[in-house]
Nanobody
Framework: QVQLVESGGGLVQAGGSLRLSCAASGSRFSIDAMGWYRQVPGKQRELVAVITSGGSTNYAESVKGRFTISRDNAKKTVYLQMNSLKPEDTAVYYC???????????WGQGTQVTVSS
């Protein structure tokens, strides 16, 4: 089994920064891609950023140039550095990992990010 523990959410003023972390624990699995999604009430969960095991990244257009995803494979941890935050970035942020297990996709519990104007 995989456990994902997220941290780093909170309340910040527009223009500020936050760094999210998501650590995977458990045994006998490997991790391929790791990513961050976000969801606001009444809307579908959307992809924010993803990073492959090889380090390739992809970002939603709305966060390009402001957010940076990274990972530490030894620690099985993925990070999301969020700069120049905007009120429209307010959401619950979820990490997701693609593993060698069945089912392969596992989700974190979510962490609230609130950006005040």
């Amino acid at each position: 089994q995989v456990q994902l523990v997220e941290s780093g959410g909170g309340l910040v003023q527009a223009g500020g920064s936050l760094r999210l972390s998501c650590a995977a624990s458990g045994s006998r699995f490997s991790i391929d891609a790791m990513g961050w999604y976000r969801q606001v009430p009444g809307k579908q969960r959307e992809l924010v950023a993803v990073i492959t095991s090889g380090g390739s990244t992809n970002y939603a257009e709305s966060v390009k140039g402001r957010f940076t995803i990274s990972r530490d494979n030894a620690k099985k941890t993925v990070y999301l550095q969020m700069n120049s935050l905007k009120p429209e970035d307010t959401a619950v942020y979820y990490c997701a990992v693609d593993t060698s297990l069945i089912p392969p996709i596992h989700w974190g519990q979510g962490t609230q990010v609130t950006v005040s104007s």
